[in-house]
């Protein structure tokens, strides 16, 4: 079965720009979440969908959205990037559901440099 | 709002010794905690799951231990090898979404 898959791995973007990531989960997996990792925040939750409904957003700026696809498929989107948004950018997938948690699988990520 | 902390923030040991990487968390009420290795420049790999009504799980030479009821989880590292350097995670499910320690950064000398 294949991993989750983020395109493209890497990306150089310039102040004011705009940048959209793509997730693909694991076959069969329904919730894509997306996490922001810094030298100095460490990794900090982003949103999370399921079945193309965001069911949860963390302490973002309204700058970054997101949207999942009917074939679960996710993309996130950077509005008027800033130098504090390069970092490493990375999706997870897991089943999801209304049963337990389940556990999360995730891909290389997207390393994003705003110059 | 969950906060995890990890201790120690980094450690180097001689290859084959046996280490415990500590965890701690604010908030009981968690579905399940993981752990998670990264190699430099990398995603994250799922070493272990633990449901909250756990209290061990093991994969070869690897033990987490959960107490929900102290906020602390251990991962236990038997006969450490220089493959194992990494950093490693632990993260705590609350809901949908992982709140995550600040990370241990390991170095395993040959």
């Known amino acids: 079965k294949a991993g989750v898959t983020q395109t493209p791995r890497y990306l150089i973007k310039t102040r004011g720009q705009q940048v959209t990531l793509s997730c693909s989960p694991i076959s069969g997996h329904r919730s894509v979440s997306w996490y922001q990792q810094t030298p100095g925040q460490g990794l900090q939750f982003l949103f999370e969908?399921?079945?193309?409904?965001?069911?949860n957003k963390g302490n973002f700026p309204g700058r970054f959205s997101g949207r999942q696809f009917s074939n679960s498929r996710s993309e996130m989107n950077v509005s008027t990037l800033e130098l504090g948004d390069s970092a490493l950018y990375l999706c997870a997938s897991s089943l999801g559901g209304a049963g337990p948690a389940y556990e999360q699988y995730f891909g290389p990520g997207t390393r994003l440099t705003v110059t | 709002k969950q906060e995890v902390t990890q201790i120690p923030a980094a450690l180097s040991v001689p290859e084959g010794e046996n280490l415990v990487l500590n965890c701690s968390f604010t908030?009981?009420?968690?579905?399940?905690l993981q752990w998670f290795r990264q190699d430099p420049g990398k995603g994250l790999t799922s070493l272990l799951l633990i449901q909250s009504s756990q209290r061990e799980q093991t994969s070869g030479r690897l033990n987490a231990s959960l107490d929900k009821s102290s906020g602390r989880s251990t991962l236990y590292i038997a006969a450490s090898q220089p493959g194992d350097s990494a950093t490693y995670l632990c993260?705590?499910?609350?809901?949908?979404?992982?709140?995550f320690g600040g990370g241990t950064r390991l170095m395993v000398k040959p």
């Open positions: 969908y399921f079945s193309e409904t965001q069911r």
């Open positions: 993260a705590v499910c609350g809901g949908n979404m992982l709140t």
């Open positions: 908030d009981s009420a968690i579905y399940n």
